[in-house]
């Protein structure tokens, strides 16, 4: 999954940077608002990690403004501060946590799983069962079948499971699919229907759920 990372010490942007990416998740880091909040506008990001006093845009005004845009991307706030006043600003605005300096960064682990389950997928636990028998494991971003054996998937299978995992029982545009699988690359339809196909190949033809003019989604089971 991706986040972004905005925070201007530069000991604690490596550290975060190449901890969480040692985890498995993609990671933009910043030093300055403004550049942390034209990149959210560039690319799709699944988490914001913000530190609130940083050059720039603030962090607290980086969130007003996307939220004035309505992005509901969720948000952890990195501070030092400790005046009860300056927390409540971030959970009026929405914030989904707080996490203080200087912190273990075991404790951002567990928070930044949790904020992903919670948020995207609806459950605290690390799997999340699909329908007929599939189930996905959140932490490590891999599917199974039905007798529990990992489903072999290329990268961008991978991503669009994710994708369409995170989005649960909700249709995913083909748009917005080539937006977040394919980021900049040039992509077609065509492309993208033949990634369903070759998933579909790999689970079953009623894995994926599409509706002509809407897109497509994988159910939850009941």
Same mark, same amino acid.
């Given at each position: 999954?991706?986040?972004?990372?905005?925070?201007?010490?530069?000991?604690?942007?490596?550290?975060?940077?190449?901890?969480?990416?040692?985890?498995?998740?993609?990671?933009?880091?910043?030093?300055?608002?403004?550049?942390?909040?034209?990149?959210?506008?560039?690319?799709?990001?699944?988490?914001?990690?913000?530190?609130?006093?940083?050059?720039?845009?603030?962090?607290?005004?980086?969130?007003?403004?996307?939220?004035?845009?309505?992005?509901?991307?969720?948000?952890?706030?990195?501070?030092?501060?400790?005046?009860?006043?300056?927390?409540?600003?971030? #959970?009026?605005?929405?914030?989904?946590?707080?996490?203080?300096?200087?912190?273990?960064?075991?404790?951002?682990?567990?928070?930044?799983?949790?904020?992903?389950?919670? #948020? #995207?997928?609806?459950?605290?636990?690390?799997?999340?069962?699909?329908?007929?028998?599939?189930?996905?494991? %959140?932490?490590?971003?891999?599917?199974?079948?039905?007798?529990?054996?990992?489903?072999?998937?290329?990268?961008?299978?991978?991503?669009?499971?994710?994708?369409? %995992?995170?989005?649960?029982?909700? #249709? @995913?545009?083909?748009?917005?699919?080539?937006?977040?699988?394919?980021?900049?690359?040039?992509?077609?339809?065509?492309?993208?229907?033949?990634?369903?196909?070759?998933?579909?190949?790999?689970?079953?033809?009623?894995?994926? %759920?599409?509706?002509?003019? @809407?897109?497509?989604?994988? @159910?939850?089971?009941?």
């Amino acid at each position: 999954m991706k986040i972004l990372l905005l925070e201007d010490d530069v000991a604690y942007n490596q550290s975060i940077k190449e901890y969480l990416e040692s985890l498995g998740y993609q990671v933009d880091a910043f030093e300055d608002g403004m550049d942390a909040y034209y990149a959210i506008y560039e690319k799709s990001y699944h988490l914001l990690l913000l530190d609130i006093r940083v050059p720039g845009l603030d962090g607290y005004e980086l969130m007003k403004k996307l939220k004035a845009d309505n992005k509901d991307t969720p948000v952890i706030f990195i501070t030092s501060l400790t005046d009860i006043n300056n927390l409540s600003i971030g #959970y009026e605005l929405g914030c989904s946590d707080y996490i203080k300096k200087p912190f273990a960064l075991k404790e951002l682990k567990y928070r930044v799983e949790q904020i992903l389950k919670l #948020y #995207y997928f609806h459950t605290n636990s690390d799997k999340v069962l699909l329908f007929e028998g599939y189930s996905y494991d %959140v932490k490590n971003e891999l599917l199974y079948d039905n007798s529990d054996i990992v489903v072999d998937l290329t990268n961008k299978e991978k991503q669009l499971v994710l994708l369409l %995992v995170s989005n649960i029982n909700n #249709y @995913v545009s083909i748009d917005r699919i080539k937006d977040e699988v394919w980021n900049d690359s040039y992509v077609n339809d065509v492309d993208v229907r033949m990634c369903i196909k070759n998933i579909r190949k790999k689970t079953s033809k009623d894995f994926i %759920v599409s509706q002509r003019g @809407v897109g497509y989604r994988v @159910v939850k089971s009941k």
